[in-house]
């Protein structure tokens, strides 16, 4: 199932050439980014059976904060005198860490309800291992360039915590296209 999920957070990143290779040349880039993640979690609905057709209904959402390590190999070319386009493939770590589960309950007999609310706190669970894709374009200006980044990204393993038991509940397996606009330095 496909449930959207939103994202904030920033990063930095070093990229070295190191092969010219056609117009273009070959490197390597290592990155450190934060994110502050939020969405909506699975709708869990069940009619509780004896109780004269009380309908219980939880909506939820997840919300946790992760550090992301990729490690891409890139090739960047000019397009133009003060354009270029890089193109990025590796490998990436993320560490979830902060989360939470907040859950808003609906129970109903016959069209009236009790609302209520509440939040779990999640003891998130090792480390994810995954794969990174991502496209630059980049406008000179001044002593660096803008850029305009879109990214996908897969984990290959699912985000987890540990219940209050120990045992290690599987959320979900986070893949994403994510977009960025910056300022990057040249030095």
């Known amino acids: 199932s496909l449930y959207p999920c939103f994202s904030g957070g920033g990063g930095l990143y070093v990229n070295f050439d190191f092969l010219k290779v056609g117009p273009g040349s070959l490197g ?13 979690f699975p709708v869990e609905s069940a009619e509780v059976s004896g109780l004269g057709g009380l309908h219980v209904t939880d909506i939820s959402q997840i919300m946790y904060s992760f550090i992301e390590v990729p490690i891409l190999v890139t090739y960047k070319f000019p397009v133009g005198k003060r354009c270029s386009i890089s193109l990025g493939v590796g490998p990436m770590i993320s560490i979830p860490f902060n989360g939470s589960r907040h859950i808003y309950g609906y129970a109903s007999i016959g069209g009236s309800g009790t609302p209520s609310e509440k939040t779990i706190e999640l003891d998130m669970n090792g480390v994810n291992y995954g794969v990174l894709g991502d496209v630059t374009f980049g406008i000179r200006l001044g002593p660096g360039n803008i850029t305009l980044n879109a990214r996908y990204g897969s984990d290959f393993t699912s985000t987890s915590y540990k219940d209050d038991s120990g045992n290690v509940k599987p959320l979900f397996i986070r893949r994403g296209l994510s977009t960025s606009l910056g ?4 030095l």
């Open 183 to 186: 300022y990057e330095l040249v």
């Open 28 to 40: 390597a880039q290592l990155e450190g980014n934060y994110f502050y993640s939020f969405g909506p």
